[in-house]
């Protein structure tokens, strides 16, 4: 009341990857939105007992992430590791994600041209030939599958592969090595081998390009002659993860999300013009890279009246800015005619997601060819049951049985 002066509190650090357990599985851990509530930079401690800050607003966020003070580059000292396993990957040549400024931009502009907004859109007729042909074999018979396994991954897997020349006959060795990659509880072993077998995979794949050139990503930077095997490997490797897992999650998140708010599944399949404008809303919403992108101060920066020193390491929380109110009123709500483009789901700044623009294309396509041709659509277990990866770097469902 007047007159009463409260403590400042002192929150605990809130412990990360926060889970998810209770409460509803699309939003973030409750330990982050209230820290994003109640103090927007927060002490966070990691699964090593180490700790970094927490950065959960929308304008704090960009200002971290569009700021060259804060370092990509895994090596230095300070930089927050979500697990065991990705601090294990962190000096095996991860490219240019985890690379500054120049060497980062050096590397990028390599591939600029291969992901263009225009490239992409010019693969729409071919995305839209897998999707349907995906459905023929899904539906083929039958009333019921898992639309993980039959098209969720399929569609992006099949595409990223024919962009890079990689053999998609090859999916179920890079598939499973890719998760263990992204798993939270893989550790520094596991990562460390999946992580070995795929960097020789891809050198192999190099080595035959130099012999038979195709017109992929990967036969072209061999053709460049400027980068050796195993950098040229560690690009296709960070291509392939990120290629297919980000946008299979989001497909198969994204179809179970619509279900469970038919309102706006309705409101989708009666006006089918809204589906961009729903893709980047689904993008804000579910925000599947949901653990925090990381960084690590070069030099003190102050950042929202909070001074972070030199070394000292920050992790960007997207699904908290994403559902900041100040940019998104009402945002805990999925609403698929809202005008969510100010999302930062695919990050900000210089590492600002590369492949956009055929993220973008496959879920445009995956999911209005999803709901035109399976009008009966629905779940096939119980919600309660649906298992989400809350113990993935990259959110979305293990399995998504549904039946039509
Ligand atoms: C970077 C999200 C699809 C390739 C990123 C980053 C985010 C992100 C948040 C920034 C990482 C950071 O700053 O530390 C997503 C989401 C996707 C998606 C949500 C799908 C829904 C794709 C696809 C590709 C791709 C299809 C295709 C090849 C990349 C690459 C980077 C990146 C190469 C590194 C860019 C750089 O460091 O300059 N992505 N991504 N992503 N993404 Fe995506």
Known sequence: GPGVSRPTPTPTPVAVPAA??????????PDVQRAHREEPITRATLWDGSSCWLVTRHQDVREVLGDPRFSADATR?????????????????????????PEHARLRRMLTADFMVK??????????????E?????????????????FALPLPSLVICRLLGVPYDDH????????????????AEQVRTAREELQDFLRQ????????????????????????????????????????????NMTALSTLTLLRNPDQLARLRAEPSLIKG???????????????LPRVADEDVTIG?????????????????????????????????????????????????????????????????????????????????VPFRHDMGIYGVHALPVAW
């Open 305 to 385: 009246g909070r001074t972070i020193r030199a070394g000292e390491g920050v992790l960007c929380t997207l699904n908290t800015a994403n559902r900041d109110e100040e940019i998104f009123p009402g945002g805990a709500a999925l609403d698929v005619g809202r005008d969510a483009r100010r999302h930062v789901a695919f990050g900000f700044g210089v590492h600002q997601c590369l492949g956009q623009p055929l993220a973008r294309v496959e879920l445009q396509i995956a999911l209005e060819t999803l709901l035109r041709r399976l009008p009966g659509l629905r779940l096939d277990i119980p919600f309660e049951e």
């Open 205 to 248: 794949l190099a080595e035959s390009k130099r012999r038979e050139p195709d017109d992929g990503i990967v036969s072209r930077l061999v053709a460049r002659g400027e980068l050796d095997d195993t950098a040229i490997a560690s690009m296709g490797l960070l291509l392939l993860v990120a290629g297919h897992e980000t946008t299979a």
């Open 119 to 132: 490239k992409m859109e010019a693969m729409r007729p071919e995305v839209q030939r897998l999707a349907d």
């Open 172 to 187: 179920e060795f890079f598939q499973k090595r890719s998760g263990i990659l992204l798993g939270l509880h893989s550790t």
């Open 20 to 29: 998810r357990a209770t409460g509803c599985p699309f939003d973030p851990a």
């Open 278 to 292: 729903a893709v980047e809303e689904l993008l804000r919403y579910l925000t599947i890279v949901h653990n925090g």
């Open 77 to 101: 000292p300070g930089f927050p590791f979500l697990s065991a396993g990705a601090s294990e990957v962190a000096d095996s040549a991860p490219s240019f994600i985890r690379q500054d400024d």
């Open 134 to 150: 995906l459905l023929d074999r899904m539906t083929e018979g039958r009333e019921a599958a898992d639309l993980v396994r039959e």
